[in-house]
């Protein structure tokens, strides 16, 4: 560890921060360093993980800062065995709020600018920010967004007494240091400053971007990660993918090895809660070792199926997906890596022991002590990922995380090219009494024009745990309707306009003629509770399929043509599913009637949805796209404007 005396190295000529001699720095930034009187950069993670436990070293450390004369706890860390757990005291800061973005500068955006929310400019605050860490003991740290091999160089300035936020940012994005890499200048800067919340933003969680061509800085308000260390990184790489023409997906990727040995890579994308992490989970089965597929929620009839030996799964990406164009072959196939070098992975559906073996062994007998969030810890014991900090409400926190090491929960290591893209939509129930917009069948395939306008939407039918809703969102949800999450479901991280982001995503799905499309549902399908087991089934039936083509004469319409086309029928290790599970028009609960009422239901918003990109910025192929679904017009049509891969 470093601990550098501003002053002295000031006087000799040096850069402060261990900084080598040629970084580029922002002169404002420069002139913060150069006026704080302590800066320790960690020259290990683990030096940065005992700065995580305070001055004392533990058992138990407050965060606390000073606001207009009190001190005002902000978090709790607590050394334990196996890693630190972090709480909060207040119930609204163990999840991201949705609306804490705030946008300081000049270029294109469709989010709320800062000037507009706050009624002046940014600039009266940044400096106040600058000037209140140079006021503090600093740690310094850089980091690479994006990740260790394709990441871009940045850096991180926190106050010392929160190097927790710091071990997380870090142990997301990769350990790195100032002499691997270099002299550089920033292409991000993450500042953290968690008293201005109660100084200036009245308690609420706000991060703010402030953009240049060359420079994306993140002032962080807030002491949970989530909408900064993690989503923060996630929008500055949207913003350079912006710029120089690729996506980050907000996707999971998964390596399926069937029993017979064959590989496919399928990438699931969808909306908060459409299944990204139980794509990479293991299929949940019953003591019997039977799957149980559905049960009716009017007759409570179970249906279950039997599947001998199920593919092996390795996970290739858990949430950031990079799609860099630096990795693309052109031979019509996506290929992406992992933008991370740590998972921050929600463990709300852990809620005892045995429930996922290889995540549970990751969590109580790590190679290095992790970072635990609303999690319960006990000094110097075990953190177990199950027992979950309660709300106020005396209720489980429904976001406990923990920031996990890629290496301890797959043995992928490089880019792979991805076979499969489904996405995935929670569906409420649908039945003749109440229909609903659950009528997507266990799984469908789309055309790219199709997948496209899915990923505009990128619909929400259920709450999400890991954020909190605003009350508009929650009131639609309430009553059974959807809440578009936008663009690629990345749009809540990107800071330009949703036109652009539409088009860059139009050009991908486009350019990868050779990747099959797929929508399936969650939760559930017509009348039968399914939770994810559809999705489950139908990765292993893709698995089984790999790169098989499939018959024009195996595929029917969808009686809605936003769902693109259905199986004849769906064969896995030589069982049938029920023809039911893949038009839930035929189920005896649903009928066309109630089928119908749904398919009304989404069109509907789809179409109220799509009218936002109808701008003179949209590709032509994207306006064309969105007057057919305007015009109710048919998936052959759809088809005809993007082929159908096969």
């Not at 971007?209 to 420079?215: A, Q």
């Not at 069937?258 to 890579?265: A, K, L, Q, R």
């Not at 179409?607 to 910025?617: A, C, G, V």
């Amino acid at each position: 560890m470093t601990l550098i005396d501003s002053a002295a190295v000031r006087d000799a000529g040096v850069l402060p921060a261990g900084i080598p001699a040629g970084m580029v720095l922002p002169p404002a930034v420069q002139a913060a360093l150069d006026a704080c009187a302590n800066i320790i950069v960690p020259s290990s993670r683990e030096e940065l993980y005992q700065l995580s436990l305070g001055p004392q070293g533990g058992p138990r450390f407050t965060v606390e800062y000073d606001v207009f004369g009190t001190l005002v706890p902000e978090a709790e860390v607590v050394r334990c065995k196996n890693g630190i757990a972090v709480n909060y005291p207040e119930d609204y800061m163990r999840r991201r709020d949705p609306d804490c973005m705030r946008i300081a500068d000049d270029l294109p955006t469709d989010k709320p600018r800062y000037r507009d929310v706050f009624g002046a400019e940014f600039d009266a605050v940044k400096a106040e920010t600058l000037d209140w860490l140079a006021g503090q003991d600093l740690v310094v740290v850089p980091f690479k967004a994006g990740g260790l091999t394709h990441g871009y160089p940045s850096l991180a300035i926190c106050p010392v007494n929160s190097a927790f936020f710091a071990l997380t940012l870090v142990d997301l994005q990769g350990w790195v240091t100032f002499d691997e890499l270099g002299p550089f200048e920033p292409r991000s800067i993450l500042y953290v400053a968690p008293p201005f919340r109660h100084t200036h933003f009245e308690g609420r969680q706000v991060v703010v971007h402030d953009r240049s061509e060359t420079l994306h800085e993140v002032f962080a308000y807030n002491l949970y990660p989530g909408p900064s260390a993690k989503k923060g990184v996630f929008s500055v790489l949207l913003d350079v993918g912006e710029q120089e023409g690729w996506v980050t997906a907000h996707a999971s990727s998964v390596r399926v090895t069937t029993p017979y040995e064959n590989e496919t890579v399928i990438m699931h994308e969808g909306a908060s809660g459409g299944g990204k992490s139980e794509m990479c989970q293991e299929i949940r089965r019953q003591e019997d070792g039977r799957i149980l597929l559905g049960t009716n929620v009017v007759t409570d009839e179970p249906y279950v199926i039997n599947l001998g030996e199920t593919s092996a799964l390795d996970p290739v990406t858990d949430d950031m997906t990079l799609c860099h164009v630096d990795l693309q072959t052109g031979d019509g196939r996506l290929v992406v890596a992992d933008a991370e070098d740590g998972w921050f992975v929600r463990v709300d559906n852990l809620t005892g022991y045995g429930q996922d073996a290889h995540l549970e062994r990751a969590c109580i007998h790590p190679d290095q002590p992790l970072v635990f969030f609303n999690i319960d810890g006990v000094p110097d014991a075990t953190v177990l990922p199950w027992e979950h900090t309660l709300d106020s409400t005396g209720k489980r926190c429904p976001n406990p995380r923990v920031v996990v090491p890629r290496h301890l929960l797959t043995d992928v290591t490089g880019a792979e090219e991805v076979d499969v893209r489904t996405f995935g939509a929670r569906m409420p129930a649908c039945t003749r009494d109440n229909p609903t917009y659950g009528i997507m069948g266990m799984m469908h395939i789309v055309p790219p024009s199709l997948a496209w306008i899915w990923r505009l939407i990128a619909p929400r039918g259920d709450k999400n745990p890991s954020i909190g809703e605003s009350k508009t969102a929650t009131d639609k949800l309430a009553h059974g309707g959807m809440v578009a999450e936008g663009v690629g479901s990345y749009w809540p991280f990107s800071t330009g306009t949703k036109v652009a982001a539409a088009n860059l995503l139009l050009r991908q799905l486009v350019d990868m003629d050779r990747t099959r499309y797929v929508l399936t549902p969650n939760q559930h399908i017509g009348a039968y509770k399914v939770d994810f087991a559809a999705e489950w089934l139908t990765r292993e039936y893709l698995a089984r399929r790999g790169g098989g083509k499939i018959r024009t004469e195996e595929l029917t319409p969808s009686r809605c043509p936003l769902f693109g086309y259905t199986l004849q029928e769906m064969k896995i290790d030589g069982q049938l599913v029920r023809p039911t599970f893949l038009r839930p028009e035929m189920q005896s609960q649903v009928g066309v009637e109630a089928y119908d009422e749904g398919a009304r239901i989404i069109t509907d918003f789809f179409k109220s949805e799509l009218q936002q990109f109808l701008t003179d910025d949209l590709d032509p192929l994207g306006r064309q796209i969105i007057e057919v679904c305007l015009r109710d017009g048919s998936v052959e049509e759809y088809a005809a404007l993007t082929p159908l891969f096969t």
